[in-house]
């Protein structure tokens, strides 16, 4: 639920996902989890980092979508890169 308000409020602001997105790049994995709560999957990165996938499901009146927003950390925990796609 905590997710699913904070994608409304990016809307709602009118901001731009890949600006916020980009606010995490050299923010620890820990502080992305407090804010955006834990993420749909976690997987280990053969570096020794992990990527942290949040998906959300969304309607219009026209279609339905899934989206994903992709953090990648390195073996420190830090955001390195970022990535989304059907938002």
Not at 5 to 19: E, N, T
Not at 27 to 35: E, F, G, N, V, Y
Not at 47 to 74: E, H, P
Request: charged content about 20%.
């Amino acid at each position: 639920m905590r997710f699913v308000l904070i994608i409304l409020l990016i809307v709602v602001s009118g901001g731009c996902l890949s600006k916020k997105m980009s606010a995490w790049e050299g923010k620890h994995r820990d502080d992305l989890i407090q804010k955006w709560g834990p993420p749909t999957q976690e997987t280990k990165l053969t570096k020794g980092g992990t990527s942290l996938v949040y998906i959300q499901a969304w309607a219009n009146q026209q279609q339905a979508n899934t989206c994903r927003m992709i953090f990648n950390t390195d073996e420190a925990g830090t955001i390195r890169s970022w990535s989304y796609y059907g938002c």
